[in-house]
């Protein structure tokens, strides 16, 4: 069965689904092929269900990138503002939760039916269940899925990253990139958990579902957060944020108790003792018990000087990790690497090669930090993309 449009859309996350309306809005005729039985799969488990759909601090410097300039066009085009009034014109109530990050009050499934709604008043027609054989491109676009051929002037690749290949991620975005002589640059899990070296998961590993408030820095990159001890690693909101910015074979430093100098009473005297049941009691008083008692007998105070309480009170702002790996694309929220965006124009994401391919969202060389950033790169990289395909 051959169907003939103006725009064909594969991919129908979250950039796909808004390029798809933009266009629609234009008068084009739009398909969305998706490869799942229904759009939005990973915007259902967004947020712990709750879809933290953007953040209202948005700025170019919450993204990585190699060219750190090129989203910034895109990201001043469609603001969270914009998102925003989309989201409200649908009546969906919404909060603030920390840090300018914005969530449904209700479920996720809310901005789902959203993008659904408008997408059939925009006149587009969504396909899923969608298994593309093939695409080809002469003077149009054409795409084999079965017994099924799509025909279009127009392409745009809005199929994803790597993260989360049980949601049905796959590498077909930066295959068909390859297939048209688009350059990738190398993809690697970002927004991912840490995995300590062998020697930290003796010390650690049993600590599992302790949880403290730090400073968790990598590079110039630091980040103020709760961190999560696992089974095999570090995790929490803090590992995350530097997880994009870690590199193989580095460290990363913690502070494990910002703000707090817990052995300065024992050090200055002031009637402290200087015994371990005080200095266990300080340091318990700013983190988990567990983790205080722990940090304590790995790390004993040599002497009770103030040189030694002082060395302690150091390395407690500064515990050093090596981690051995991240927790691989399984467990990353994102993929960091991608079309490489000198590639693209940074107006309207069309390929600079290629007239009518275009590519959006998260298989972009362009990573958003953790707290709605990235689905605000897919509305704006979606947005427009829409307005010139």
Request: glycine share 10%; with cysteine; aromatic share 8%.
């Amino acid at each position: 069965m051959k169907h003939d449009f103006d725009v064909i859309v594969l991919g129908g996350g979250a950039a796909g689904p808004m390029c798809a309306i933009e266009a629609g809005k234009r008068g084009r005729c739009v398909a969305v092929l998706e490869r799942a039985p229904r759009i939005g799969k990973k915007i259902l488990i967004s947020g712990g269900g709750r879809c933290n759909f953007t953040n209202l601090h948005c700025q170019p410097e919450n993204f990585i990138s190699a060219n750190p300039h090129f989203a910034k066009s895109a990201l001043a085009a469609y603001t969270p503002a914009d998102f925003i009034g989309l989201v409200e014109k649908h009546g969906i109530p919404y909060h603030e939760k920390t840090l300018g990050q914005l969530f449904c009050d209700g479920s996720a499934q809310q901005i789902v039916s959203m993008l659904e709604l408008e997408c059939r008043q925009a006149g587009v027609r969504v396909f899923t269940n969608v298994t593309i054989q093939s695409v080809e491109h002469k003077s149009s676009f054409k795409i084999r899925a079965g017994e099924h051929e799509f025909e279009a002037s127009t392409l745009v690749v809005a199929t994803g990253g790597l993260s989360i290949p049980k949601m049905g991620a796959t590498s077909f975005g930066y295959e068909l990139a390859k297939q048209f002589g688009v350059r990738i640059n190398a993809t690697r899990p970002a927004l991912v958990p840490l995995l300590f070296s062998a020697g930290d998961h003796q010390h650690y590993s049993d600590l599992t579902g302790v949880s403290a408030e730090v400073v968790a820095a990598t590079g110039k990159q630091r980040f103020r957060e709760k961190m999560l001890f696992t089974h095999r690693g570090l995790s929490g909101p803090a590992i995350l944020q530097i997880s994009s910015y870690w590199k193989p074979s580095t460290s990363a430093i913690i502070d494990l108790a910002p703000g707090h100098h817990f052995t300065a009473p024992i050090r200055n005297g002031n009637g402290a003792r200087r015994d371990l049941s005080a200095l266990k009691a300080a340091l318990r008083a700013v983190l988990p018990q567990r983790l205080a008692d722990r940090w304590l007998d790995l790390h004993p105070p040599t002497a009770w000087t103030n040189h030694a309480l002082a060395e302690l009170e150091r390395q407690t702002h500064n515990w050093i990790v090596t981690p051995e790996s991240t927790d691989g694309y399984d467990k990353a929220e994102v993929t960091a690497g991608g079309v490489d965006t000198d590639e693209l124009s940074a107006k309207t994401m069309e390929s600079r090669k290629i007239p009518g391919l275009y590519f959006i969202g998260e298989v972009v060389d362009v990573t958003g930090q953790l707290g709605g950033f990235n689905f605000q790169w897919a509305w704006a990289s979606g947005f427009c993309a829409g307005q010139s395909a």
